[in-house]
């Protein structure tokens, strides 16, 4: 079955910079890429997701490129404010079936 | 966009007793729901995938005559946690999908915290 890697599992950055998380998958035939920000407590919340047929997507401060080749993702964030500290998990599924998450990032900005 | 609500939102419980946890689509019908549970600082973890008016399918390792479920209609799945001990704490999520229609996005609920003591 599907197995999805995570790094790193803390990340702390200064406000303005920006952040970077990454994800491997194992099953190639995998075709969608979510990401969800969960804070303490509360359901995941989708900020951007990607599909297999599309290279980079991107929304505002948020960003996700995929390489399918080498099976791997990765979640951008510019210009990081207070507001981003979270624990951001990825995922991948087929089709958007049963969704296999990633182990987590915890973020936090200082200001 | 879609809501999907879970009730209760958090419940305490003596070992040995049994508990049902809600979760419904609020202004769609969910072809699919699914449940997952996420114990403190872990990721969540898939439970099982369940269809309406059919049997549920149970990820590896998830014991399906202690972990309930029944999805009864298009907007309401139901886990039943039975016989619950100390180490079934932990944090129920459901999330509903509208299959091909609304593009597979899985929408969560707003989790379920159980506490068995």
């Known amino acids: 079955g599907e197995n999805v890697e995570q790094h790193p599992s803390t990340l702390s950055v200064q406000e303005g910079d920006s952040a970077v998380i990454k994800c491997t998958y194992s099953?190639?035939?995998?075709?969608?890429f979510p990401w969800y920000k969960q804070e303490l407590g509360k359901r995941p919340q989708l900020i951007i997701d990607?599909?297999?047929?599309?290279g980079e997507k991107k929304d505002q401060r948020i960003a996700v490129t995929l390489n399918k080749t080498a099976k791997h993702f990765s979640l951008h964030i510019t210009e990081t404010q207070p507001e981003d500290s979270a624990v951001y998990f990825c995922?991948?599924?087929?089709?958007?079936?049963?969704?296999?998450f990633g182990t987590g990032t915890r973020l936090q900005v200082f200001p | 966009g879609a809501v999907v609500s879970q009730h209760p939102s958090w419940v305490i419980c003596k070992s040995g007793t049994s508990v049902k946890i809600e979760c419904r689509s609020l202004?769609?019908?969910?072809?699919?729901m699914f449940w997952y549970r996420q114990f403190p600082k872990q990721s969540l973890m898939l439970m099982a995938t369940?269809?309406?008016?059919?049997?549920?399918?149970?990820e590896q390792g998830v014991e399906k005559d202690k972990f309930l479920i029944n999805h009864a209609s298009l907007t309401l799945s139901t886990l039943t946690v039975t016989s619950a001990h100390p180490e079934d704490s932990s944090f129920y999520i459901c999330?509903?999908?509208?299959?091909?229609?609304?593009?597979?996005?899985?929408?969560f609920g707003p989790g379920t915290r159980l506490t068995v003591l």
């Open positions: 999330s509903a999908t509208q299959g091909l229609a609304g593009g597979n996005e899985q929408f």
């Open positions: 099953d190639s035939a995998s075709n969608y």
């Open positions: 990607i599909r297999s047929n599309v």
């Open positions: 995922a991948a599924s087929l089709n958007t079936d049963k969704l296999i």
């Open positions: 202004d769609f019908q969910a072809t699919t």
């Open positions: 369940s269809n309406e008016g059919s049997k549920a399918t149970y």
